[in-house]
């Protein structure tokens, strides 16, 4: 059973934000939010997480609504080299067995 | 930021033989890693957790005798196929769990293909 949804594909220009979206409506309480990418044939790359603040790092910005049923990743100035499969990914605090869907494949453009 | 390597990164192999493939946490110590195959436009499926020390725990419809698993050091462990047939032609991904919120790191990739 799928604990998230992501839409299966998006475009996105060079240079603009990307803004990637996550359904997780049956979330837990003890459930963190993460993220991964996996450029084709490389191995899955970590990117952020969070439990219900709002996150930001040196890749990019993660935005989790009041009621934990949904959050956007944000990559703040798309790269061609930002061009992977994005993966969220929910996870009980002390599991560190991942679940991974079909993710969003993201292809960024000229 | 943690390493985790992965050799070879790919390797083709005749019908009916072994491959063994490793993975090491280059920078850190590791006692669960974890064991992950991806077939071609497909997502990644967890095959097993390797705890150092003891017996690997397989999640349901992977064969343990097929795939064996041995985590012998809190750095190293390496994922066997025996009688490789064309259907084990995959790519296979291990991670290593870390200390902290993170969880784990994961390793390149090897890419099998069985003739």
């Known amino acids: 059973d799928a604990k998230t949804t992501q839409p299966p594909s998006m475009d996105c220009a060079e240079g603009r934000a990307a803004n990637l979206p996550c359904n997780h409506s049956?979330?837990?309480?003890?459930?963190?939010v993460y993220w991964y990418r996996q450029i084709h044939s490389q191995g899955p790359q970590y990117i952020i997480h969070?439990?219900?603040n709002n996150e930001t790092n040196e890749m990019a910005s993660l935005i989790i609504t009041e009621d934990r049923k949904s959050s956007t990743l944000i990559l703040p100035h798309a790269t061609l080299r930002d061009t992977a499969v994005y993966y969220c990914?929910?996870?009980?605090?002390?599991?560190?067995?991942?679940?991974f869907g079909a993710g969003t494949t993201v292809t960024v453009r000229a | 930021g943690a390493v985790v390597s992965q050799h070879p990164s790919w390797v083709i192999c005749k019908s009916g033989t072994s491959v063994k493939i490793e993975c090491r946490s280059l920078?850190?110590?590791?006692?669960?890693m974890f064991w992950y195959r991806q077939f071609p436009k497909q997502s990644l499926m967890l095959m097993a957790t390797s705890n150092e020390g003891s017996k690997a725990t397989y999640e349901q419809g992977v064969e343990k005798d097929k795939f064996l698993i041995n985590h012998a050091s809190l750095t190293l462990s390496t994922l066997t196929v025996t009688s490789a047939h064309p259907e084990d032609s995959s790519f296979y991904i291990c991670?290593?769990?870390?200390?902290?919120?993170?969880?784990?790191?994961f390793g390149p990739g090897t890419r099998l293909t069985v003739l």
């Open positions: 991670s290593a769990r870390t200390s902290g919120e993170i969880g784990q790191f």
């Open positions: 969070g439990l219900k």
């Open positions: 990914i929910v996870r009980v605090e002390g599991d560190y067995k991942l679940s």
């Open positions: 049956t979330i837990s309480g003890n459930e963190y």
């Open positions: 920078d850190f110590q590791a006692t669960t």
